[in-house]
């Protein structure tokens, strides 16, 4: 049974930096590719970043290269997610996974407000 487990979201000023983790269970986790998505209220979900099985690989979206850092560690069969220079546009629920389909984690939530 698959299940990811998202967590280190909060709330976080304007520039701030939240570190975002995954733990993933019931999949061959170095066998896969993980990505991390998004979903802001009102929006749909969107791919954030993504790393390849061995980490050497990462893909960014536009809005967040530069600020947001992915890694992965297969020992661990986590996944992180380091955001800096957070801004207001980066609110929304976080989630990790291996494919754009079910089952989905909870999520973590990340508020930038001031």
């Known amino acids: 049974q698959v299940q990811l487990v998202e967590s280190g979201g909060g709330l976080v000023q304007p520039g701030g930096s939240l570190r975002l983790s995954c733990a993933a269970s019931?999949?061959?986790?170095?066998?896969?590719?993980m990505d991390w998505y998004r979903q802001a209220p009102g929006k749909e979900r969107e791919l954030v970043s993504s790393?390849?099985?061995?980490?050497?690989?990462?893909y960014y979206a536009a809005s967040v290269k530069g600020r947001f850092t992915i890694s992965r560690d297969n020992a661990k069969n986590m996944v992180y997610l380091q955001m800096n220079s957070l801004k207001p546009e980066d609110t929304a629920v976080y989630y990790c996974?291996?494919?754009?389909?079910?089952?989905w984690g909870q999520g973590t939530r990340v508020t930038v407000s001031s």
């Open positions: 996974n291996f494919r754009n389909s079910p089952p």
């Open positions: 019931g999949i061959i986790f170095s066998a896969y590719r």
């Open positions: 790393i390849n099985t061995g980490g050497s690989v990462t």
